[in-house]
Nanobody
Framework: QVQLVESGGGLVQAGGSLRLACAAS????????MGWFRQAPGKEREFVTE?????????YYADSVKGRFTISRDNAKNTAYLQMNSLKPEDTAVYYC???????????WGQGTQVTVSS
């Protein structure tokens, strides 16, 4: 059973930056692909980005964040990161990290961290 805890959310002005962290425990971190999702008020949760298992570290991004957000992982620290630059008010949401094993859906979720971007 994997436990995930996000941190690093907060209030930032448009154009600013934030870095979210997702600390994992209870599993072999390098075996899991790590993803970030977000949910804005009144909207469904949406995919933001994913980084694959340790071997290839292939990354995927939603079109809305390409070129602005960067996902990374530090297996020695069992932590995934989301660097968010050039933030926009429409990036305001609760951000969740999630983990999945190969050929599985996302089975493990953090509690979420609020990101608010003011205009």
């Amino acid at each position: 059973q994997v436990q995930l805890v996000e941190s690093g959310g907060g209030l930032v002005q448009a154009g600013g930056s934030l870095r979210l962290a997702c600390a994992a425990s209870g599993g072999t971190f390098s075996n899991y692909a790590m993803g970030w999702f977000r949910q804005a008020p009144g909207k469904e949760r949406e995919f933001v980005t994913e980084i694959s298992w340790s071997g290839s570290r292939t990354t995927y991004y939603a079109d809305s964040v390409k070129g602005r957000f960067t996902i990374s992982r530090d297996n020695a620290k069992n932590t995934a990161y989301l660097q968010m630059n050039s933030l926009k008010p429409e990036d305001t949401a609760v951000y969740y990290c999630a983990a999945r094993l190969r050929a599985h859906d996302y089975d493990y979720w953090g509690q979420g961290t609020q990101v608010t971007v003011s205009s």
